[in-house]
């Protein structure tokens, strides 16, 4: 007996459709993706949408939006500090936001951050695509939502790359936990009587913590300004300055 087959020339083709989608278009960039650097920034980059990712021991984290009094008004406050030590120190420059690639399992975007220049002894500098590499002597996050990875992840993170300070404003407790590196482990930094906390890699950079949660701008300056005028800021901008001369000679 002869069996006829079907001529399947004829039948329909199912296709799902594509629209707007490239063969070379990255896959999206979701919270919780296990990516390599490289890849964690070509996702992000074709994102233009997204403000702020992060790539921490390979997983990638989204922070949710960021709220006026727990996130937004402690950065601004946080900037303004630091941005008036950088203006009294030469040589100390700083970034709001700037991705740092650190190691192929880990790329932030601190709130904020101080560093020195290599020529002056410092570990970071700045590569040919304008990112941060290397780790800067000062980190500055303000956690609220984003607490469980800026307290441990991140602060194992910085740790081990060799981040000098790390500084954690803690919105909802409306804490201050300033850690030091020595000898590879990060350890607090305790505010003296009047309760403030002295950085011991920048030289006069004082902050009162109380006047931070307060809102207290002014507070703050006048705190920092009596570092500024420190006989240890002295000798430190006296070293900076010399280093800064002898690179320029060479």
């Not at 074709?46 to 939006?65: F, N, Q, T, Y």
């Not at 990112?131 to 980190?139: C, Q, V």
């Amino acid at each position: 007996m002869t069996i006829q087959l079907p001529d399947l020339s004829q039948l329909p083709v199912w296709t799902t459709p594509r629209q707007n989608v490239r063969i070379s278009d990255p896959p999206p960039l979701n919270a919780g993706d296990r990516l390599s650097r490289a890849e964690f920034e070509r996702r992000y980059q074709a994102r233009p949408d997204l403000k702020k990712a992060e790539l921490i021991e390979g997983i990638v984290h989204m922070p949710s939006p960021v709220h006026n009094l727990q996130h937004g008004r402690p950065h601004l406050i946080l900037n303004t500090w630091l941005g008036v030590y950088i203006a009294g120190t030469p040589g100390v420059t700083g970034s709001d936001n700037a991705t740092v690639r650190l190691d192929n399992e880990n790329e932030v975007q601190p709130d904020v951050l101080l560093r020195l220049d290599t020529a002056l002894g410092g570990r970071s500098g700045i590569t040919e695509d304008d990112y941060i590499s290397g780790p800067p002597e000062l980190i500055a996050e303000i956690a609220a939502s984003s607490i469980a990875y800026d307290m441990y992840d991140k602060r194992r993170v910085y740790a081990r790359n060799g981040v000098q300070e790390y500084l954690v404003a803690q919105a909802y407790e409306q804490r201050v936990d300033w850690f030091v590196l020595r000898e590879g482990v990060y350890e607090s930094l305790q505010p003296d009587t009047e309760g403030i906390m002295r950085s011991e890699v920048f030289p006069g950079l004082w902050l009162p913590v109380d006047a931070l949660w307060a809102g207290d701008i002014a507070a703050m300056l006048r705190v920092l300004q009596q570092g500024l005028v420190s006989p240890e800021h002295t000798a430190y901008v006296a070293g900076l300055q010399e280093r800064m001369a002898g690179a320029s000679s060479q």
